[in-house]
């Protein structure tokens, strides 16, 4: 499968962005799929998964309630709704499936088979 992430861009602190995961190839609803971000100087760091139904959505603690992964398998895309955005949300943020994962798998990038190539997200202050 082939990941393709958009909907990066530069926003001002409490503001909104919709990063959008279209899926091509195998289709997504095989995955568990999942965002991470790397901020400048950072390693690579879990934000949030999804089953492959929908039905289980995991998050890191800090965008919790903030921001919100969803799917739509008819359409093999996921997203990535975040409100509230904070400077320290700044990173490239990347989509990833799993096609193997376990709920306990989700949260490390090693499980992650395929990627996409990332989208900037920029929050000033």
């Known amino acids: 499968v082939q990941l393709q992430a958009s909907g990066g861009g530069l926003v001002q602190a409490g503001g909104s962005l919709r990063l959008s995961c279209a899926a091509s190839?195998?289709?997504?609803?095989?995955?568990?799929m999942g965002w991470f971000r790397q901020a400048p100087g950072k390693g690579r760091m879990f934000v949030a998964a999804?089953?492959?139904?929908?039905?289980?959505?995991y998050y890191a603690d800090a965008v919790k309630g903030r921001f919100t992964i969803s799917r739509d398998n008819a359409k093999n895309t996921v997203f990535l709704q975040m409100s509230n955005l904070k400077p320290d949300d700044t990173a490239v943020y990347y989509c990833?499936?799993?096609?193997?994962?376990?709920?306990?798998?989700?949260?490390?990038?090693?499980?992650?088979?395929?990627w996409g190539q990332g989208t900037q997200v920029t929050v000033s202050s």
């Open positions: 990833a499936a799993c096609p193997r994962c376990i709920v306990s798998s989700l949260f490390s990038e090693d499980n992650y088979e395929h």
């Open positions: 999804i089953r492959r139904s929908g039905g289980h959505t």
């Open positions: 190839g195998r289709t997504s609803s095989s995955y568990a």
